[in-house]
């Protein structure tokens, strides 16, 4: 017991801050400077959203990694978390002051600047800020941890600089600036909800700082009145986990859909000769539908990857296969996918999905083309062991019966013989099988003229 009681205080040693802390005054100037906004410090400020502006408008990190490290916006929220943890009511009054200065200030110059920019695209550094969730809590928590121990320290060393790249407090700003100038609510909300929540955990990581290495309080205050005050902090720090939380179980729940969705399309809809090249979910009618190209799937295999749509989650969902040839996928896809009435920042994500699909798409064309190159390439071993071949072409071939569901796909390959030249009977089956084989087709017809 007494060995185990030694261990303890051995490891406790290398965390324990005894002689590593500067004096209380020390850190009192320091809170104080950080908390001010006049003059030059106001200018830097200006300054610093107009360059995390322009980052984010021309989605360059280095810049919004630059303006965060001269942003000294943090100070009032250090100054918030100091001063409820030491009940200094005056120094609170002077920090939500300027911290309300600041943050009016900032988003009027973001906002200005996003209105005469002649660049108003969403980029992806400006689209990342509007959707906080409980990993932001937790940063900002951390975060703030980390500054307030910086700033007790005697050595600050290179650690304030790493909370406010990691806080990141100045791009939501920015970004809400950027809700306001394009009259997008959303975007304002989601990005103000992110600087929101970097200011309270910040502000509670700085209280329980404090606490923690026993400042003392302000002698002349009332320990009722900070008592309200601190009761009036947990509500707040609760009322922003609560949306934040519910945020990050939405994201949690789409990922897992998709990872689900990707698993059931690798699974359960491969077959032989034919290709998902894309795929639209409605989540509002309940409906999954792919678009396949290549050979016909057999109603068969899709009745039975139906039937397992529900070990995937998918089992509330109607599966809706569309089939033929490429043209024939990208037209029936283009009528499946609705037209919708909505605002400017949904159509743009439809946009952003459409385009994604017709990328899918074009990178299907290009594959389902390269038989020119491959001809261009085989020609030459051809001539070699055959001289009687003059030329060589291979296009990929869909043959449709009567019945519409009679469907096969081959690759033809046509050879014109020189001159009264011909290719020995019992060299032909042989020829027909290095060319399926170096075209990698399951079946090939050769025509020879």
């Not at 021309?58 to 030491?86: C, D, E, F, K, Q």
């Not at 320990?223 to 179980?249: E, Q």
């Not at 290549?294 to 089939?323: C, F, H, V, W």
Request: hydrophobic share 45%; with cysteine.
């Amino acid at each position: 017991m007494e060995e185990n009681k030694n261990i303890g205080s051995r490891i406790m040693k290398y965390f324990s801050m005894k002689g590593f802390l500067t004096d209380k005054s020390d850190v009192v100037n320091r809170i104080n400077d950080g908390i001010t906004f006049r003059g030059p410090y106001l200018w830097v400020l200006v300054f610093a959203i107009l360059l995390a502006s322009l980052g984010l408008n021309v989605n360059s990190t280095a810049v919004i990694i630059g303006a965060m490290l001269i942003s000294p916006i943090m100070g009032p929220i250090i100054g918030m978390g100091y001063s409820v943890g030491t009940s200094d009511f005056e120094l609170l009054k002077t920090s939500l002051k300027n911290y309300a200065v600041a943050t009016l200030i900032s988003l009027i110059t973001a906002t200005v600047y996003f209105t005469l920019t002649p660049y108003h695209g969403a980029q992806s550094e400006l689209l990342a800020r509007t959707s906080p969730t409980l990993y932001d809590v937790l940063i900002a928590l951390f975060g703030g941890a980390a500054g307030i121990v910086a700033i007790a320290s005697k050595d600050k060393g290179n650690i304030l600089p790493g909370v406010a790249i990691a806080t990141a407090l100045m791009p939501p700003l920015c970004t809400a600036g950027f809700g306001i100038a394009s009259l997008n609510l959303k975007y304002f909300l989601g990005a103000f909800f992110l600087y929101f929540i970097n200011t309270v955990f910040i502000a509670l990581a700085t209280y329980l700082g404090v606490r923690a290495m026993r400042f003392r309080h302000v002698a002349t205050l009332e320990d009722s009145s900070f008592r309200r005050v601190r009761v009036y902090l947990m509500a707040i720090v609760l009322a922003t986990m609560i949306p934040a939380a519910i945020l990050t179980i939405n994201i949690i729940r789409d990922s897992f859909f998709a990872s689900d969705l990707q698993h059931f399309i690798s699974n359960e809809m491969g077959y032989t000769g034919s290709q998902i090249v894309s795929q639209n979910v409605d989540k509002e009618q309940k409906v999954l539908t792919l678009a396949a190209v290549g050979r016909e799937i057999p109603d068969s295999k899709i009745a039975e990857a139906k039937d397992k749509m529900p070990l995937y989650g998918l089992g509330d969902y109607t599966l809706n296969i569309i089939q033929g040839n490429l043209t024939d996928s990208i037209l029936s896809l283009k009528g499946s996918i609705s037209t919708f009435n909505t605002t400017k920042d949904e159509l743009n994500a439809t946009i952003t999905r459409q385009n994604a699909e017709i990328s899918n798409l074009q990178e299907r064309i290009s594959q389902l083309t390269r038989y020119e190159t491959i001809s261009k390439q085989m020609i030459d071993e051809l001539q070699t062991l055959y001289p009687q071949i003059n030329t060589l072409s291979l296009s990929p071939t869909i043959e449709t019966g009567k019945d519409t569901n009679d469907i096969s796909s081959y690759v033809t390959a046509q050879i014109i013989l020189k001159d009264k030249s011909e290719i020995p009977a019992n060299e032909i089956d042989r020829l027909r099988e290095f060319l399926k084989k170096r075209v990698d087709a399951d079946s090939l017809v050769l025509i020879l003229r």
